[in-house]
């Protein structure tokens, strides 16, 4: 007896099984096959995705059942043309969904590319299963972070790809971060609870050795050591909130 139908990538299972809502049981029932080839999820910060680029990358990858998680699109929209941050396009092998930044002014007055821009790649026919996508409202977090719900009978799948700001400029952009992620934590416990959540992201955080001019949420040193052995870098405050 189990309380939810299970996921399951081979050749099906058969089993005893309850329904998610009325819990009545079901018995000598069988889950299908749900994918004919393993679904791989790959993340990268491209630093620019263009027209031009999404068809180089297209070309590049093939026809793959992979899902790609990008991040530093540095593409934008401009309201008054009516675009909205939320947009999706398609190459031949892929269908793009992509949150990006509002068009504005640098300092001298001069249109610019931002840093932000954040992306999801999936294999054509993936979008059929395609529940919902969540982007932020608040201004400050578009094309920063992007969740993408898949959802079909057993299955049941989240990605998301988040893009923090660099850790510099002081306060600002730390409180710009610690929001981002509380949006994410939002988004996660409003998924389904038997829904994994995969995310991918360039978090501009070091998590090696912790500094001591950095408030921690945790005196205990044991919980403070590196994570992996290729991050040597003192923990930055981007770090702490990854951590």
């Known amino acids: ?29 069988r889950i299908p096959q749900l994918m004919l080839t393993p679904l791989t999820i790959w993340t ?10 999404k068809k180089d990358w297209d070309l590049m990858l093939g ?23 939320l947009q999706r ?15 504005r002014r640098g300092p001298a007055g001069q249109f610019f590319s931002p840093p932000e821009g954040v992306a999801i790649w999936a294999p054509k026919g993936l ?52 929001k981002l992620w509380n949006w994410v934590q939002k988004i996660k416990q409003e998924l389904p609870s038997r829904t994994p959540l995969t995310i991918g992201t360039d978090a501009n955080g070091h998590v090696g050795s912790h500094a001591s001019n950095i408030t921690s949420r945790s005196d205990d040193l044991d919980e403070l050591q590196p994570i992996g052995p290729y991050s040597p870098e003192k923990e930055n405050s981007h770090g702490t909130v990854l951590r």
């Open 1 to 29: 007896y189990q309380p939810y139908f299970d996921t399951i990538i081979g050749q099906g299972a058969k089993g005893n099984y309850s329904t998610k809502h009325s819990k009545t049981q079901i018995t000598d029932f």
């Open 44 to 53: 990268y910060n491209c630093q620019r995705m263009s027209s031009a680029h």
């Open 63 to 85: 026809k793959q059942n992979h899902i790609w998680l990008m991040q530093g699109t540095q593409e934008t929209y401009t309201p008054s043309r009516g675009e909205k941050p």
């Open 89 to 103: 396009s398609s190459t031949i092998h892929y269908d793009i969904w992509e949150s990006k930044a509002l068009r």
């Open 127 to 178: 979008s059929s299963i395609l529940k919902k996508v969540f982007v932020p409202d608040d201004i400050e977090l578009q094309g920063r972070g992007m969740i993408m719900l898949f959802e079909r009978g057993p299955f049941s799948y989240a990605v998301g790809t988040i893009y923090s700001p660099i850790c510099v400029y002081g306060p600002k952009n730390v409180k710009l971060n610690r």
